[in-house]
């Protein structure tokens, strides 16, 4: 159901000043990673942001957002104009969730356990559906962070390719908060270091094509070090709101 709020002409006019900026800056970065600017992708990050910013940013060319919580985005997607968009849920998901985002997204970058990849493959089969997600890797073995080490993930994948109805396409991190994008850099690197050396395994039924690293903060650093997805939310639509 559509919230009644007052529309910010000022918000809306920064939004499109915002995302155009990054996109050419994500364009830019990759250029000079020797890369080519359509091997990046940004992807616009929409938690605790209303509709309307949201689909002025598709209008300008979004075709991914990215979600942090499976009931904000359930009931903002009928007013989101989502033809064409590539939707991510990339928060941390608890199993009892599962039923309700599987099919609504087209991919799950929070996957950080056997457990959560086993009911999200159950429900798929369910639902007649497969779901790509994406392994979530605490690369800075942070405790009040999800994901696992590097050096489980070896092994967790191994499990995961076991199971039905459910790709596993790559990998996700948020490495710790950095004081410099060299320091940054450092995470990034090792990161995608873990993404070459799992891709040359060739586990069956793993794919290593999408590498998930950047945010508003730190996006250009993590394209200089591999990434493919960056995910920024507060650079393009204003700091959050909590409520």
């Known amino acids: 159901m559509t919230e009644k709020f007052l529309l910010d002409e000022d918000r809306l006019k920064a939004v499109e000043e915002n995302f155009l900026r990054i996109r050419d800056t994500v364009s830019n970065t990759a250029i000079k990673a020797g890369r080519s600017p359509e091997e990046v992708r940004l992807m616009a990050v929409t938690k605790t942001v209303e509709y309307p ?11 991914l957002i990215g979600e942090n919580r499976v009931q904000e985005f359930l009931g903002k997607k009928d007013d989101l104009k989502l ?26 970058e929070s ?36 994901g696992i080490y590097i050096e489980q993930l070896e092994e967790l994948l191994f499990r995961i390719s076991e199971l039905e109805c459910i790709k596993v396409c790559g990998l996700m991190t948020i490495p710790p908060v950095c004081e410099s994008q060299d320091e940054a850099r ?29 945010m508003s903060g730190d996006y ?24």
């Open 83 to 108: 033809d064409n968009v590539e939707k991510h849920l990339i928060g941390h998901l608890q199993t009892n969730k599962v039923k309700q985002i599987v099919g609504e997204v087209d991919m799950i």
């Open 220 to 243: 250009e650093a993590a394209i200089l070090e591999g990434s493919n997805i960056v995910r920024v939310g507060s650079a393009i639509f204003g700091a959050r709101k909590y409520f």
């Open 53 to 63: 910013y949201i689909n002025r940013a598709i209008e300008l060319g979004a075709d």
């Open 111 to 146: 996957v950080d356990s056997y457990k959560l990849a086993k009911e999200i493959s159950k429900v798929s089969e369910a639902k007649g559906v497969s779901t790509k997600v994406l392994v979530e890797v605490n690369v800075g073995k942070e405790e009040s962070k999800s």
């Open 186 to 214: 450092r995470y990034f690197e090792k990161m995608h270091r873990a993404f070459i050396d799992i891709k040359s395994k060739n586990i069956d039924n793993i794919n290593m094509d999408v590498l998930s690293m950047g």
